[in-house]
């Protein structure tokens, strides 16, 4: 279990998770290629690597130039899809569907596509890894837009498991991870989750990247892991 000279696209690789993700993967030896919309911002992003990584700019909703990078780079061992947006979050009775819409476009049609558009570069036994939210399953109020998106992706993970074998196919669920996604979201929404986060969560504290970045790196690495949706949450799933 070691991912030591392993190939690994992670794809919305220069924020948050995904950024965290690339650098405890570059620091331990794989080879690494980072893909984000924005090339100054992705590579300003993983400069501290000193190298270690290459990097590719493309939009993460445009078929046309995924197909192309992994005809390009194929075969890889690994694929990381930690693409989201910023939409979706609200209470029900004024939720703006048109904003949930685009919160599907760019979180739940965005890992579908690339998922698909991975498949053919990878290798048989890699894996390709979801990140998803514990919003899904978290019923929580305010929270039946993020819900929706998160859902629809967790529900296809053990049929992906199934038919893409013998490609690993998993999933990561986070809770509340301390990124820069939660600017997107109303400053006196957040501030409230955080605080009864901390206040309510069995590890008392808010999500780290990295404690995610983890939990990627141990699907990845572990060859009996398919099918799983593995929660980073600190326990909010119990509350």
Do not use: Y
């Not at 006196?188 to 605080?195: C, E």
């Not at 009996?224 to 949706?229: K, L, N, S, Y």
Request: proline share 4%.
């Amino acid at each position: 279990m070691d991912i030591r000279g392993r190939k690994i696209v992670v794809i919305g690789g220069s924020s948050g998770v995904g950024l965290a993700a690339v650098g405890q993967f570059a620091r331990d030896g794989a080879e690494v290629m980072a893909v984000a919309r924005n090339r100054e911002r992705l590579a300003s992003a993983v400069a501290p690597l000193a190298g270690a990584v290459r990097i590719r700019a493309l939009d993460g909703g445009d078929r046309k130039a995924l197909d192309a990078l992994f005809a390009e780079i194929g075969p890889v061992d690994d694929v990381v899809l930690s693409l989201s947006g910023g939409e979706g979050a609200g209470e029900f009775r004024t939720l703006d569907l048109a904003a949930l819409r685009r919160g599907f476009e760019a979180k739940f049609w965005a890992q579908v596509e690339a998922a698909q558009a991975s498949v053919p570069a990878l290798r048989a036994g890699g894996s390709l890894t979801f990140i998803t939210s514990i919003s899904a399953r978290m019923a929580n109020p305010g929270t039946a837009g993020l819900a929706a998106i998160n859902g629809a992706i967790e529900a296809m993970i053990g049929a992906l498991a199934r038919e893409l074998a013998p490609l690993r196919v998993n999933a990561v669920s986070p809770g509340v991870i301390e990124t820069a996604w939660w600017d997107r979201v109303p400053a006196a929404w957040r501030d409230q989750v955080f605080a009864e986060q901390r206040r309510a969560s069995p590890v008392g504290r808010l999500g780290q990247p990295q404690d995610v970045a983890h939990a990627i790196r141990f699907l990845i690495e572990n060859p009996m892991m398919t099918g799983a949706i593995l929660e980073c949450d600190g326990g909010m799933r119990l509350l």
